[in-house]
């Protein structure tokens, strides 16, 4: 779909044609879906995320034409409904941490879920050399050289529950970090669009 389709369909949605916006989410679901999924590790919550994306454009439809590049726009409230969503989760449950594997596939024609993945994975990055020492130790050896628990702990001469312990800070701190930098990056453009 080429950029003056789009622009075509938002100015009819934001006159209130329902079709438009069928034909945009048609257009965008298997990508966007696959995008949340990256984040979520959930099929049915990313449909949830996408489908209130779409839905919040629809309730805000009379601002439709003022979003300058859709598709960016579209990823980035992807992203930052996946993000809320893993930070909540956190606070009802604590989330192993393989659970935010960004997968960067090549599916998006212009390359937004290579940008916003490679944004996100910079953001962790950054956030795992600002922890602790050893909590940051007990992160590397778990995620990056795909130790277990158990062994972490005997590497380390620690417990297993300290290394529960590290893990869980780890993940906190990081999913604060994802949340705090995606929400600062995208709050004027979004706020702009979608005011509240």
């Not at 956030?127 to 992160?139: M, T």
């Not at 869980?168 to 979004?190: D, M, P, R, Y």
Request: net charge negative.
């Amino acid at each position: 779909m080429s950029e003056a389709e789009i622009r075509f369909l938002l100015a009819r949605m934001a006159n209130d044609d329902h079709s438009s916006l069928k034909k945009l989410y048609m257009f965008f679901n298997t990508v966007l879906l696959k995008f949340a999924y990256s984040f979520v590790k959930s099929n049915e919550v990313a449909e949830e995320i996408v489908d209130d994306v779409f839905i919040r454009i629809w309730l805000n439809r009379a601002h439709a034409t003022e979003i300058v590049n859709f598709k960016s726009y579209l990823y980035a409230s992807v992203k930052n409904r996946s993000l809320n969503h893993l930070s909540s989760s956190y606070l009802s449950d604590i989330i192993q941490i393989e659970e935010i594997n960004i997968e960067i596939k090549d599916n998006a024609p212009t390359g937004e879920e290579h940008l916003y993945a490679e944004d996100t994975l910079n953001i962790i990055e950054q956030a795992v050399n600002a922890l602790p020492i050893q909590c940051s130790n007990v992160y590397q050896l778990v995620k990056n050289e795909g130790m277990k628990y158990k062994d972490v702990a005997l590497h380390l001469n620690i417990s297993v529950k300290t290394v529960e312990y590290h893990m869980g800070n780890a993940l906190k701190s990081i999913a604060k970090s994802l949340a705090e930098e995606t929400f600062s990056i995208h709050k004027f453009k979004v706020n702009k669009v979608l005011p509240n």
